[in-house]
């Protein structure tokens, strides 16, 4: 039998409850997936034909060491994925500019490099935006991620001025369609569409992860949402898995982060998801 890490973090060290139904599928394909711990230096990745990277959800605290451990199984040789290039290229938020250049409509995004002191609230006014999102270009789960009113920007200056000398900063566009209607996440599997689902904040908060109260649901996405996510996975490469997250914004859909590291892919909402990645994982 073919053996295969599926690598995690040391929060949750045998898989997150969605991963684990990876592992009998791939057994009925020949192949044995056992969890690893990414930061387990005892680990024997050699013995291992592949590693599919899971929840590594600490993997942007940790950036600079994650980025070694993926050169690492690299000069192992040992086939990785997504592939480390991917991986590379999505760590940093930046890559929504690419994809912007490619013609994915993405949410407004202001971007600011290191430099002379800028007032966020100024910036703020000359774009006419009410409510802004301030993130690092490095995050994940919403990470030092605050959402703020123009007239409220002075409360977030610091926080935009440490993250735009460190390790980067983004603003975008508050949707507000995010509340009233949720966030689309539309899974990929080997290129090809698989499910979507439909998440929701809890009252009076804004982000739809489950650390912070968000639910999700299976659904059908528009139209327009497949069309759009699908241009984007494509855009992006070669990929094991793919999520592209985004709202309907005016009948256009806005992709707001296109996940290739380390994304929940919901595998336990939708029958046969899990089937349909462990027949991917095979295939390569």
Same mark, same amino acid.
């Given at each position: ?37 990414? %930061?387990?230096?005892?680990?024997? +990745?050699? /013995?291992? $034909?592949? =590693?599919?990277?899971? *929840?590594?959800?600490? #993997? ?14 690299? %000069?192992?040789?040992?086939?990785? +994925?997504? /592939?480390? $290039?991917? =991986?590379?290229?999505? *760590?940093?938020?930046? #890559? ?22 800028? /007032?966020? $609230? ?163």
């Amino acid at each position: 039998m073919r053996r295969i890490a599926l690598a995690t973090s040391e929060s949750y060290p045998t898989l997150t409850a969605d991963d684990r139904l990876l592992i009998e599928p791939l057994a009925r394909l020949g192949i044995q997936a056992t969890p690893a711990v990414w %930061t387990d230096l005892s680990y024997d +990745w050699a /013995s291992c $034909a592949m =590693v599919v990277i899971r *929840s590594c959800w600490d #993997y942007h605290l940790r950036i600079a060491e994650f980025l070694r451990w993926i050169d690492s199984l690299q %000069t192992l040789g040992i086939q990785l +994925w997504n /592939s480390s $290039a991917i =991986v590379r290229w999505n *760590s940093n938020k930046s #890559y929504l500019r690419e994809l912007e250049t490619k013609g994915i409509s993405i949410v407004p995004t202001l971007w600011f490099e290191p430099g002379p002191r800028i /007032s966020l $609230a100024n910036e703020l006014r000359r774009v006419e935006w009410q409510q802004a999102v301030v993130k690092p270009r490095i995050s994940a789960t919403a990470h030092r991620t605050k959402l703020i009113r123009v007239d409220q920007a002075e409360e977030a200056q610091s926080l935009f001025d440490e993250l735009r000398e460190g390790p980067g900063v983004m603003v975008q566009k508050f949707m507000e369609p995010i509340v009233r209607e949720g966030e689309w996440s539309l899974m990929f599997f080997g290129g090809e569409f698989s499910h979507a689902v439909l998440k929701t904040p809890k009252a009076g908060d804004f982000r739809v992860q489950h650390d912070f109260g968000g639910h999700e649901r299976l659904a059908r996405a528009p139209g327009l949402a497949m069309q759009a996510a699908e241009k984007a996975v494509r855009a992006a490469g070669e990929t094991l898995y793919a999520r592209a997250d985004g709202v309907m914004d005016g009948g256009e859909f806005r992709l707001m982060e296109l996940e290739l590291i380390e994304p929940a892919l919901f595998l336990g909402e939708s029958p046969g998801a899990a089937e349909t990645l462990a027949a991917a994982i095979a295939g390569r």
